[in-house]
């Protein structure tokens, strides 16, 4: 396609010419994409031809392999330079291999190495007919409650083709912020929203909850990308391409020798101003901006959680990755008409996320309410439009994904006869029992809170120095004092665990095994990490955080 | 300029550090040994801290057993660590009154009998480790010299404060367990956003100030040391608005930790609900926090806008002494009554410090340390007459003296230096903020003493309500005089009041040069007297 | 020699560390041993006094420095002593009459179980009122000053079971502490004006310090204030009637001979200041004036023998303190007043102490009657106080006083005028009131009641230990005032410190003593007519009003408790109510405020997915038309 | 004709589209709506590919279908399973999970 849009004129006649040769492909700069996607598809084959005894351990496996594999050569081609002066476009132009995606591409696979853990955890559950069983329905086909479920319960079915569904979902985020063409940008949304809407459906309890979350998640999102390719076609045709560099060109005006029919539309900007307007909402929707975050408590909620925790974490992280990209690298030109409009959305997300969480009773929902205000501060940092506002979020990403996975795990712990028990008054007192574990929660919400000595206190103050610095001064100011307002419902919990007397029905704490463990030890020790010793990790952020062009 | 000899400072917060694991990791039936591991950690750490004043030389450079590495080289955070005079009087501060609150605490955080917890719940451990946390946050931000870092030890000492007001309040209340646990988790949760809110606040101000120096220095810098060079070399000029708003950042942070007036009335409630030994901890260490830090970095870092805002500033102390005065007279609870008259002793401080004389600010920093004293003093024998009778209330006492006379007594001693009667350490910190006050702004000075007049009132009418009289309740007729342990807590305490009140040299010997670089840092010198002037005209 | 000034203070001091912290094991030693220390005290005190007659008049102050107290630059107090003819003086009075009260207390408080801390705090008031007079700094005076309230403080509040006497301890206390801010704002402003506060280099030379008239005023005012204080003067007196809660010797001690004269030592002291200030002075005069009249006035009224007593000690002091205010022609004369004083009033008390030991602790004078068979000692030297307290010619309360109201008479125009007739006046009332006590008191049929458990007192000579000290200080208030007189022995030993200038009274001196003859005569004269002939009803009739104001201190209590304590009362009540519902209602309405929008914005969070659509939507067109307003505008 | 034209048809289609999802009840008539939104943008696409005289624009649209139909396989399982445990396909229905 760089060839096509190579010289405007004359295209019908280009497609033939070059049709001919085979365009090439840089597999290497593509292959942790391609390990991931290549054992997703794998992993369809073992569904469908592995005995059901065998697939819970080969998709684990498997799926811990590939994840592996990926976040291995993620590093390797990292530390091949391909981050920083190997970096480059690749895909005939439709990804691009540099820093920011690198480093982001290597925090999805690891949080998706995490969820796999969680994924799979098997202790939780009480034992169903002599079976361990996951967090997911025995067989999301059967009506809940039917005689259905209760023969494949009974048979001691499970639904593995969650790994196959995450697999695929890791494989779209990882393009999904590499995206270097617009095109690429909706699929990869596409390719990691579909796998996303089913695995909501799957919770093996409250699946009336989780399917409605899965319907709205679908109906929704679906929603939000037909504006997104609506404004991907405006934009297009404003551009008369839809490759990153090519549109900044254009958008900048300094393309040369614009054919008549481009001059012709780059004349009128409305096509370009609506069509990013709606492009942005699109992205905006994924990373559960206000006032677009309406399906994130719900979908949070209902969701089973393992789900809830890997969706929390890595879809911010490639969404985030992807408007940085699109801002940074195709829009700056017009930074000063979405700039102001950035500005208010990220006001809005802040504030909304922090006064409406104050009532939550759910801890779920309470924790997407604050992944819409964590969402706003993050936002404070892209709009910096600096280096420093890249690396920051980068940074913030990093810090953020981990404490929301270790905290959702968490979550999954404490548990009562109608499984997870997530009604903030169930809590009561848990501190009192389980000190270990309240102790470890307080620290992800003292994180989330942005206490020093946690990294959400760098990951904080790194966004609000860059949107200082790049003239948000009342950014920082909303932030500061939404951050203030958050604080009291993160303390609200902590009090709840500790300072009240447990209630007399109060929920177990499941003793998990070492997957649920692990995941919530590597949140714990990234937190902890992040917060005490970040300066390893912000030299990678600033250092990953130029964009090739 | 860093000598990178044995980091005695670093060693003087990790020691109370570990041994905050280490108490917290003793198994739950050890109890006693986990009491006895704090207790020694903490004499350790006094130890550490003495020999931190010794190796410290007056007459030396203003920053001390300097200590810096490179932190968060990304936004030029440095651990930088040193100790002036007044650190090192705040430090040893904290040190010598962290084995009180450990020895007076001994028994208040033993696990409820018949409360169903889980095996490895541990609150006996988890009071005395949470104590030493605090103490060992407390000296790293005493001894930081670099902003940043100061502030997340500021910021992080929250936590173990909140968890120990939160958790273990008294057990006895004038309303009930229940009602009892009520107020004490709503008093810790105030505690926390009070004081976060004013953190937050702060941190504005702290990426306010990377900006400015990155802006103007070319990378951003926390190092007191270095801002003062680039500002007295000129690199870096703040105008005039950015100063004030960065200085109002810091100060709303400090007068809120203070607390000043009005910002104080999470005082009240954290004082009241905790036990007392955490009340003094609040008071006499965490408090003091706010106020070293108005004088290091408020006028350290922004001389002009403190000069510009320092009459508001000690229109509000003023407003706190007498406020917090005659509200100490209207309390009906012995801890609310001392909490407002620390309100109270913060107004001088702070008045102190903003008098911007050497009389004031070096009054003000030895009042920290004798407040620190003598409310440890007052607050803890206070605690002993409430744990006795299980209440709060002034009114359920009376003719205690008759009872339990050692007890009246050190309370009275108590009592006599919280309204500074001369001869006990705080009369000479309040007699010199009062003079160092007075000798800029007379009228404030004046409008200051009639603050210990009504210092008196309260002390004399807590002390007339509760010990004397006749015995009339059942409760106190069989009232038991304090026990070994406890004089063995006061009695140290009550020496240094006497000591300190007659030989405050040592202090002074080191305060005295500090301040002359506050005073320095603010272009500021001690107002000429008439005699002098006089000396000038012939 | 310097070197024993420390001990002066030393003995008492540890006399009182090792009472009070001795615990129970010194209950049965403890009283000998304060009395031991007390007496040592005094025997250091002679050994100075002998040694300072010996050295000429010119080099007669000692000093002694301890230790540097507190040095901050300019700030720089010292812990030093300086012992010159005034400290001497009030020295030895301290040491004597305190260890005689030392010794009747032995006595006095015999059955009280708390006996050693009563000791112990006697000791300590010797330690703080020595320190007092000792200072050679007014920031060491001040810890005397404030030293000696606390003293005060316990002794008043000693039997604190009683309420009153907690209350009345607390009045004194904090009513002084209106007086010692007073001092310490004078210690401010000689700090900013001198930039020190010891006493050579302030009052050596004041007029070359460049200090304003106004300035000066000011410091007088100032240590005025906190002589009102301390020497119940008016405004500041209404303690001191409280004050007689306080076992006996506590009032002969401290609320008669020593303490509360310590304003007119201050003023004595740092007379050079108000030498330099007229203003000041003239306010002094005025103080003491209305306070000798006021006091003597309310003396009439009191049926309790101490009340009466405290009545006239105000009076005395008045006389005192209006002395001081004349400046160099009355300084010496105030101080041996107050010496005198100290004699006689002490020796009143005592003998009214043991009056009540003998009448179960009677205090109401109309209760009493006749007992001159039953005391004959008690009697003899309440009589021979009684004496010289009126001024009766040739006994020491005549010379002292005289010599006041010849130098008021001196102080010149119709100010000396004024002056002189008031305390001609006093004089006459002191006469009348103290008739009075004695005619009540020893005189006419028993009146005796029985008291509260209902057994009739059997009055009986007080023991030794209580005997003694009265008749010494009865030989005191005989013989001390002509030994003064005596070639003016005693304004030529203070005139070092103090300087003295005779006055020239208008009226030729034997006209001036023959006047206070005369007043004296008339006084006793009404008194008798009024109580000696009559029977005297054992229930105080209603009186007039004059009298009934007069019991009441005058009514000024009585405005303090409406003005400042039901008056501050009602502001602390409301400003508890300001912090908890304004100041701190902000803070929590802030959060209240938090929570309800959260519950507001929450609704919106339907449930519908149609609805979060349209949200969607909302918020895309919000997003187009931003931008393309962006770009219109 | 002018290609602008169909522009302006598929701006009407798509506001159609997104006004369907807004009104009606039955999860199958939104999803069909949304749809009918996607085909928008394919209209979109397609003339803009004509205006500008490069293939861009209609191979996306080939992509978009793709998507659409990939869409319709998870979309209609879910509505599936929601219907089926409900005997509703009402979006109003589900809405258990709210505030």
């Not at chain 1, 351990?57 to 392999?65: F, K, N, R």
């Not at chain 1, 390797?76 to 391909?82: D, I, K, Q, R």
């Not at chain 2, 006497?498 to 107002?527: C, Q, W, Y």
């Not at chain 3, 900013?192 to 007029?207: K, S």
Request: hydrophobic residues 55%; aromatic residues 10%; neutral net charge.
């Amino acid at each position: 396609m760089s060839a096509l849009n190579a010289s405007p004129d004359g295209a019908v006649h280009n497609l033939w010419t070059h049709a001919a040769e085979a365009p090439s492909i840089e597999y290497l700069q593509l292959s942790p994409a391609l390990i991931v996607l290549g054992a997703a598809v794998v992993a369809i084959l073992v569904e469908a031809f592995a005995p059901r005894s065998a697939r819970y351990y080969l998709q684990v496996g498997l799926s811990g392999l590939a994840l592996a594999c990926g976040f291995a050569t993620t590093v390797g081609l990292a530390v091949g330079g391909y981050a920083t002066d190997k970096a480059a476009v690749v895909g005939i132009g439709s990804l691009s291999v540099d820093g920011p995606a690198l480093f982001l591409q290597g925090v999805i696979l690891v949080v998706a190495l995490v969820s796999v853990g969680t994924f799979a955890e098997r202790r939780l559950e009480p034992v169903a007919h002599g079976a361990r069983v996951d967090s997911f329905a025995a067989q999301p086909a059967s009506v809940p409650g039917g005689e259905g479920e209760q023969a494949a319960i009974k048979a001691g079915w499970t639904t593995t083709e969650i790994f196959p569904l995450l697999l695929f979902a890791v494989g779209g985020m990882m393009l999904f912020p590499a995206a270097n063409d617009l095109l690429t940008l909706f699929i990869a949304l596409e390719v990691f929203s579909l796998p996303l809407y089913l695995l909501c459906a799957l919770a093996r309890r409250r699946r009336l909850l989780s399917q409605e979350s899965a319907v709205k998640y679908f109906l929704l999102g679906a929603f939000s990308s037909a504006f997104l390719i609506f404004g991907i076609a405006l934009v297009y045709g404003y551009a008369g391409s839809v490759q990153y560099p090519v549109i900044a060109d254009v958008v900048d005006g300094t393309v040369q020798s614009p054919s008549p029919a481009l001059a012709a539309s780059m004349s009128n900007d409305v096509l370009l101003l609506v069509g990013m307007a709606m492009i942005l909402m699109g992205l905006l929707f994924k990373v559960g901006a206000v006032p677009f975050h309406m399906w994130t408590p719900d979908v949070y909620q209902g969701a089973p959680t393992p789900v809830t925790g890997f969706m929390a974490a890595a879809t911010k992280v490639a969404a985030f990755g992807a408007l940085l990209r699109l801002l940074y690298v195709v829009l700056p030109g017009l930074s000063w008409d979405w700039r102001p409009v950035m500005w208010g959305v990220a006001i809005l997300s802040m504030v909304v996320g922090a006064v409406v969480a104050i009532t939550q009773t759910d801890v779920k929902r309470l924790l997407a309410y604050s992944s819409i205000a964590h969402a706003g501060f993050i936002l404070a940092g892209v709009v910096a439009m600096n280096d420093r506002g890249i690396s920051s979020v980068l940074f913030y990403l990093l810090a953020y994904s981990f404490v929301t996975v270790g905290a959702f795990a968490v979550v999954t712990l404490v548990r009562d006869a109608g499984g997870e028990a997530t009604h903030l008054s169930k809590w009561a007192g848990l501190g009192r029992r389980s000190p270990l574990v309240a102790a470890v929660f307080a620290i992800f919400l003292l994180a989330f809170a942005g206490i020093p000595l946690t990294s959400g206190f760098v990951g904080k103050f790194a966004v609000f120095a860059a949107a200082a610095e790049g003239g948000a001064a009342p950014l920082v100011v909303v932030g500061v004092l939404s951050s203030a307002i958050a604080a009291f419902f993160y303390v609200k919990i902590i009090v709840l665990m500790f300072f009240s007397e447990p209630a007399p029905d109060g929920p177990t704490v499941a003793i998990p095994s070492v997957l649920t463990t692990g995941a919530i030890a590597i949140g714990v020790v990234v937190t902890l990490v992040l917060g005490i010793m970040p300066q390893y990790f912000l030299d990678l952020a600033s250092t990953a955080g130029v964009f090739v062009r | 300029m860093a000598d990178m000899s044995f980091p005695l400072l670093t060693a003087t917060a990790v020691l109370p550090a570990l041994g905050a694991v280490a108490t917290a990791a003793v198994p739950a039936a050890r109890r006693t040994v986990a009491k006895w591991l704090a207790f020694a950690v903490s004499l350790g750490t006094l130890a550490l801290a003495l020999v931190v004043a010794m190796r410290f030389d007056p007459g030396g450079d203003r920053y001390q057993l300097t200590e810096s590495r490179s932190w968060i080289a990304d936004f030029g955070v440095r651990y930088e660590l040193g100790v002036d005079g007044i650190g090192v009087a705040m430090i040893a501060l904290t040190a010598v009154l962290i084995p009180f609150v450990i020895a007076a605490g001994w028994n208040d955080a033993d696990p409820v009998e018949g409360e169903k917890t889980g095996r490895s719940w541990r609150p006996t451990q988890g009071f005395f480790a949470l104590i030493l946390m605090v103490e060992a946050m407390v000296i790293i931000s005493f001894a930081a010299t670099d902003v940043f870092l100061f502030y997340v030890f500021f910021e992080a000492m929250l936590i173990p404060m909140y968890f120990l007001i939160g958790g273990f309040g008294d057990r006895a209340h004038s309303r009930g367990e229940e009602e009892g646990a009520k107020q004490r988790s709503y008093a810790a949760v105030k505690f926390l956003l009070y004081n976060l809110a004013g953190g937050l606040v702060m941190l504005a101000a702290v990426v306010g100030l990377y900006v400015v120096t990155a802006d103007q220095l070319g990378e951003g810098t926390f190092s007191l040391q270095q801002i003062a060079e680039a500002r007295a070399s000129g690199e870096l000029t703040m105008g005039t608005n950015a100063e004030r708003m960065l200085f109002l950042g810091f100060f709303i942070a400090f007068a809120i930790k203070a607390p000043l007036w009005p910002l104080h009335t999470w005082l009240p409630n954290a004082m009241g609900e905790s036990t007392s030994p955490v009340a003094v901890l609040i008071t006499a260490v965490v408090d003091k926090v706010g106020t070293f830090a108005m004088l290091r970095f408020c006028l350290g870092l922004f001389p002009e806008a403190s000069a510009w805002a320092t009459p508001a500033v000690i229109a509000l102390a003023l407003i706190s002494i007498i406020y917090g005065a005659l509200l100490a007279i209207g309390q009906r609870d012995i801890k609310r009554l001392v909490a407002y008259a620390s309100i109270s002793h913060f107004g001088f401080i702070v008045l102190g410090i903003f008098a911007m004389t050497s009389q004031g600010q070096g009054g003000a920093t030895l009042y920290m340390v004798f407040h620190g004293i003598s409310t440890a003093a007052l607050m803890l024998v206070a605690g002993f007459l409430i744990s006795r009778r299980g209440s709060r209330l002034i009114a359920d006492y009376g003719g205690v003296q008759k009872t339990a006379p050692v007890l009246a007594g050190t309370f009275l001693v108590g009592g006599l230096a919280t309204l500074s009667l001369p001869g006990l350490a705080p009369f000479i910190s309040e007699f010199l903020v009062l003079v160092g006050t007075f000798s800029r702004y007379p009228v404030a000075g004046i409008v200051a003493t009639a603050g210990i007049v009504l210092a008196a009132v309260y002390v004399l009418l807590l002390y007339q309500r509760t010990m004397t009289g006749p015995v009339e309740k059942p409760e106190i007729a069989k009232m038991p005089d304090l026990r070994p342990r406890e004089i063995a807590v006061v009695a140290p305490l009550i020496a240094m009041l006497i000591f300190f009140g007659l030989f405050p040299k040592p202090l002074t010997e080191i305060v005295n040069p500090a301040v002359e670089h506050t005073m320095s840092d603010v272009r500021k010198t001690d107002p000429e007297t008439a005699q002098s002037d006089a000396e000038a005209a012939k | 020699m310097e070197s024993l000034i420390g001990l002066l203070v030393a003995a008492p001091l540890l006399g009182a560390a090792v009472l009070l912290c001795g615990g129970q094991r010194l209950n049965r030693t403890g009283h000998l041993l304060g009395t031991a220390l007390a007496a040592v005290s005094f025997v250091v005190a002679a050994v100075l006094f002998f040694d300072m007659v010996g050295r000429d008049t010119d080099d007669r102050a000692l000093h002694q420095h301890l230790w540097s107290w507190v040095p901050v630059n300019e700030f720089q107090a010292d812990i030093a002593f300086q012992l010159d003819q005034l400290s001497m003086t009030f020295v030895l009075l301290i040491t004597g009459v305190g260890t005689l009260i030392h010794l009747y207390s032995i006595g006095y408080m015999e059955h009280d179980e708390r006996r050693r801390r009563f000791f112990g705090y006697l000791n300590l008031f010797l330690a703080s009122m020595l320190v007092l007079v000792l200072a050679d700094n007014f920031l060491l005076l001040y810890v005397g000053w404030e030293g000696v309230g606390l003293a005060s403080y316990l002794l008043i509040g000693f039997w604190q079971h009683k309420k009153s006497a907690a209350t009345a301890a607390k009045k004194a206390f904090v009513v002084n502490r209106v007086g010692d801010a007073g001092l310490a704002i004078a210690i401010f402003l000689m700090f900013t004006t001198f930039g020190t506060f010891a006493f050579g280099p302030v009052l050596d030379d004041v007029e070359a310090s460049g200090a304003s008239q106004a300035t000066l005023t000011g410091i007088g005012l100032m240590l005025l204030l906190a002589a009102c204080g301390k020497s119940a003067q008016v405004p500041l007196q209404s303690w001191l009637g409280d004050a007689m809660e306080g076992p006996t010797p506590v009032s002969a001690l401290i609320h008669a001979a020593t303490m509360v004269t310590a304003g007119v030592y201050l003023i004595t002291r740092s007379g050079a200041i108000f030498n330099a200030a007229p203003d000041a002075q003239t306010v002094v005069v005025v103080v003491g004036a209305v306070t000798l009249l006021f006091g003597a006035i309310v003396g009439c009224a009191k049926d309790d023998i101490k009340k009466a007593l405290a009545g006239s000690t105000m009076s005395q002091i008045g006389y005192m303190i209006l002395a001081a205010g004349l400046g160099p022609i009355g300084y010496a004369f105030a101080i041996m007043h107050l010496v005198t004083h100290g004699f006689f009033k002490a020796g009143l008390f005592l003998g009214a102490g043991s009056v009540m030991h003998g009448m179960n602790e009677e205090v109401d004078m109309r209760k009493y009657g006749g007992l001159r068979k039953y005391m004959p000692v008690t009697f003899i030297t309440f009589g021979l106080g009684y004496l010289a307290i009126i001024g009766f010619p040739g006994l020491s309360g005549f010379f002292s006083k005289d010599a006041i109201i010849e130098a008021a008479f001196a102080k010149g125009g119709t100010q000396g005028w004024i002056l002189g007739v008031v305390t001609l006046l006093g004089a006459a009332i002191t006469a009348y009131y103290m008739t009075r006590v004695m005619l009540l008191t020893f005189f006419g049929e028993k009146r005796w009641q029985p008291d509260a458990e209902g057994n009739m007192p059997h009055p009986h000579e007080s023991p030794k230990t209580m005997v003694i000290p009265m008749v010494v200080l009865a030989f005191g208030s005989v013989f001390a005032g002509g030994l003064f007189k005596w070639g003016d022995a005693f304004v030529n030993w203070l005139e070092p410190v103090t300087q003295f200038e005779h006055g020239h009274p208008p009226l030729s001196v034997p006209v001036i003593t023959g006047l206070t003859v005369v007043v004296l005569l008339i006084g006793v004269g009404a008194a008798w007519f009024q109580y000696g002939r009559a029977a005297i009803p054992v229930v105080a009739p209603r009186g007039s009003l004059l009298t009934r104001a007069a019991r009441r201190d005058l009514l000024q209590d009585d405005f303090n408790h409406v003005v400042l304590v039901r008056g501050g009362e009602h502001l602390t009540r409301s400003l508890v109510y300001v912090d908890n519902k304004i100041v701190d209602g902000a803070v929590n309405g802030t959060a209240a405020f938090y929570g309800g929008l959260s519950g507001r914005l929450r609704r919106a969070q339907n449930g519908f997915a149609r609805s979060y659509a349209v949200s969607m939507f909302g918020g895309a067109a919000l997003l187009v038309a931003a931008t393309l307003l962006m770009r219109a505008v | 004709m002018d290609p602008v034209n169909y522009l302006y048809l598929a701006a009407l289609l798509f506001t159609i589209g997104a006004f369907g999802v807004l009104i009606r009840r039955n999860a199958i008539v939104v999803f069909m709506c949304i749809e009918l939104m996607l085909n928008a943008a394919n209209l979109t696409l397609v003339a803009f590919s004509r205006m500008h005289g490069n293939l861009d624009g209609q191979i996306m649209a080939f992509f978009v279908m793709v998507v659409a139909a990939a869409e319709v396989v998870v979309g209609l399982a879910i509505i599936v399973m929601l219907y089926r445990s409900r005997h509703s396909a009402s979006v109003d229905d589900a809405s258990l999970m709210k505030l």
